[in-house]
Structure formats: C-alpha cells, structure tokens
C-alpha cells in the first residue's frame, strides 16, 4: 500500500522580507550557525586567513558538525556587529547557507503557530514578498557555494565597478558635485513644482543583478512597485556599495557625452563576463529586473 506524503500547512506559500534588524542573528538564547566545509573554505578568503586561523579564531566543533561561535554576554553571532547605530553581518557575502533560507528553515515551519511564534522575534515574517511553496523548497535544498562559476563571475562584476569608480574620480572634473537629493531614483514621473525630474530610466545587465542578489540574497531583491526605487529609503541609498553600473555613471549635472561614452564601455565588459561564465545576457529596465529576479 501506498502512504500518501502529507500536504505541509504552507502549501499556499508565505510571506517575507527581510528588515535587515540582525534578530535572527542575536541572542540572548544559544544556539548554532553551522558551516560546512566548501563555507569555512570561502569566508576564510573574504577575511584573508586561512582556514586553520578561522577555526581557530571562530569556529568551534559541536559533535560531528561545526559552527560560528557566538559572542560570550550577548550571544550574538561573533560577526554581528554595530555600525552606525545599525547591526551588520561582516560577512554577509559569503554568510553560510543556514543564514541564507532563514526563515525557512524545517523547525519555523513545523505548523502554523512555531511559524506565528518566529515572527513575534523576525518582523519580516508574513509582510513583503510572497513565496510559492516551490519556492521555499529550492530556497531550503540551495547550496550556495556550489555554483562554481558564480564567485568568479562576481569578482569580475566586482571589478567593473572598482574600475567605474576610477573613471568618475579620474573624471571629476566632467561629472559636477552631486547634491544627494535622491532625485534620480525616482524614474517615469513628471517634475512637480519642488521636485526636479531627469526623464530618465535605469537600465541593468544580468551580472549586475546576479551580484546585488549573492550579496543581499534572494530575500534582499524588493519589487519596484512604483517609480521610485525600493532602495532608496529616506532619501539614501540602501544599497550603495552594490549599486548598478546606471548608478555609478549617472550624474545629472555631469557631461552627457562622457557618460554615454562610459556606459558603453561598461556595457562590453559586461557582455564580455556573460561571454566568459555562459550568462544568458539580457539588459533590462530596474522595474521588470526586480520584480522578475535572477534566482542564484
């Protein structure tokens, strides 16, 4: 006789968005952050050590697995730090894969009420994005470190952004100051009587978006359901040091002749990285980018 697999409760998918508040990596409870060892490997190189120093320094063995220690008194995860009066994982690009599907991991969704009980801690929990229940199933099987060709691809989107930043200080001359009036995250609106608009869309490739995901991760992607952008909060950018190439270049008192020449420059190194790793190329307005995101 056949047994029938059970429907699990959140067949109909749930709701999540991550606030980026560092609960879900606080105490004051104990408990573990397992990494496994392709893990240790890469947040070793992102802390230029090795392997060896980083057990050593932050690593312990509980039984036959290993886990990041936590801090003594707060029981913090030891790379959890304060910044500017904002909690921060230090090393959230190569953060290990137990972070990375919080807060679909099989002890939240046992039933309904330990998944109501998690959210009274994560905020996140039953707001934002909606995921299908084929989506939390890919999210919870991801390995993230066994895409062999995704951390040299973002190296190389890496570069291209280091490489843009050097053109604009180079070029400082060509791209006049910039105010920080957010202004220019606002796209496909008319100028009002105290608002400037520049008519003016941004447009991103696929490693750009590739890079901002691996290191936001897949909760971190917002849907654009307006003319502004989801990153632009208070007026700042959220996302300043994995802002896109569009950003990087866009100066609305700069020279438009430079600008372009530079974008286009851009545009073939990016051609070149899809070219190079077998990335499908596709570039593409901000909106339909986010609200259709790359999964990696």
């Known amino acids: 006789m056949q047994i029938k697999k059970k429907t699990p409760w959140y067949v109909g998918g749930l709701a999540f968005e991550c606030m980026q508040c560092g609960r879900c990596c606080a105490g004051p409870s104990e408990g573990y952050i397992w990494v496994a060892k392709p893990e240790i490997k890469l947040i070793a190189d992102f802390l230029k050590m090795t392997p060896a120093e980083l057990r050593r320094k932050f690593l312990k063995r509980v039984g036959l697995r290993t886990t990041i220690i936590e801090d003594r008194t707060s029981r ?28 679909f991991w099989p002890s939240n969704l046992k039933n309904p009420n330990t998944w109501n009980e998690t959210a009274q801690k994560c905020t996140g929990i039953n707001r934002g994005k909606f995921y299908s229940y084929e989506e939390i199933q890919k999210i919870q099987k991801q390995k993230w470190w066994q895409n062999e060709k995704q951390q040299p691809a973002l190296k190389k989107v890496a570069e291209i952004y280091n490489w843009l930043d050097l053109q604009m200080a180079n070029n400082s001359d060509l791209i006049g100051q910039c105010k920080g009036c957010g202004e220019c995250c606002v796209f496909d609106e008319p100028a009002s009587a105290n608002k400037q608009r520049f008519d003016h869309r941004l447009f991103l490739t696929t490693p750009e978006l590739i890079y901002l995901t691996a290191n936001l991760g897949g ?20 996302i300043y040091k994995y802002r ?6 866009f100066y609305c008192r700069g020279d438009k ?21 077998g990335i499908a190329y596709n570039y593409t307005d901000l909106a339909t980018a986010l609200n259709n995101p790359v999964v990696v």
């Open 244 to 249: 896109f190439a569009g950003c990087r270049i």
């Open 257 to 277: 002749d430079f600008q372009s020449r530079l974008s286009e420059s851009a545009l073939k190194r990016f051609k070149l990285v899809c070219e190079e790793f």
């Open 76 to 103: 913090d995860c030891i790379f959890l730090k304060n910044e500017a009066g904002k909690r921060k994982c230090m090393i959230y690009s190569v953060r290990p894969n137990q972070c990375r599907i919080w807060p």
């Open 219 to 238: 909760e971190g992607i917002k849907p654009m359901l307006t003319s502004h952008c989801p990153y632009n909060i208070g007026g700042k950018c959220s």
